[in-house]
């Protein structure tokens, strides 16, 4: 995986949310309100929160999400085994599958992790 595949991914993310949001899509405002609640800590902390979301990235195998996630795991404190750990949920819950979408993961988690270390 290479980390300008990553920032292009990034870009692009960018780029379409500030679309959306100009655009003035009543769903998808309603979209980030939901998430931002979602995601708010609660019973759980947002950093449990954004470790499960990386399981269910891997089993529905969304390399964006994926990569969203484990910046937002990361960002929100959660160290590299944690994420691991979430990935080899993942792994788990999506069988064979989920672990090609594994191997992205980690290659995220590589690029993530080393830019924090």
Same mark, same amino acid.
């Given at each position: 995986? #290479?980390?300008?595949?990553?920032?292009?991914?990034?870009?692009?993310?960018?780029?379409?949310?500030?679309?959306?949001?100009?655009?003035?899509?009543?769903?998808?405002?309603?979209?980030?309100?939901?998430?931002?609640?979602?995601?708010?800590?609660?019973?759980?902390?947002?950093?449990?929160?954004?470790?499960?979301?990386?399981?269910?990235?891997?089993?529905?195998?969304?390399? #964006?999400?994926?990569?969203?996630?484990?910046?937002?795991?990361?960002?929100?404190?959660?160290?590299?085994?944690?994420?691991?750990?979430?990935?080899?949920? +993942?792994?788990?819950? +999506?069988?064979?599958?989920?672990?090609? #979408?594994?191997?992205?993961?980690?290659?995220?988690?590589?690029?993530?992790?080393?830019?924090? +270390?």
């Amino acid at each position: 995986m #290479s980390e300008e595949k990553l920032k292009e991914m990034t870009r692009t993310r960018k780029w379409a949310h500030q679309r959306m949001v100009e655009s003035g899509s009543k769903v998808y405002k309603a979209f980030i309100d939901m998430e931002g609640a979602a995601f708010a800590d609660g019973a759980l902390a947002k950093r449990e929160k954004e470790l499960i979301a990386i399981g269910i990235s891997i089993c529905i195998n969304c390399e #964006s999400c994926m990569q969203w996630h484990i910046e937002q795991a990361a960002a929100a404190g959660a160290s590299y085994q944690q994420v691991f750990e979430a990935v080899e949920v +993942g792994i788990e819950m +999506g069988g064979g599958p989920a672990t090609v #979408s594994a191997r992205f993961a980690l290659q995220v988690m590589d690029t993530v992790f080393a830019e924090a +270390g």
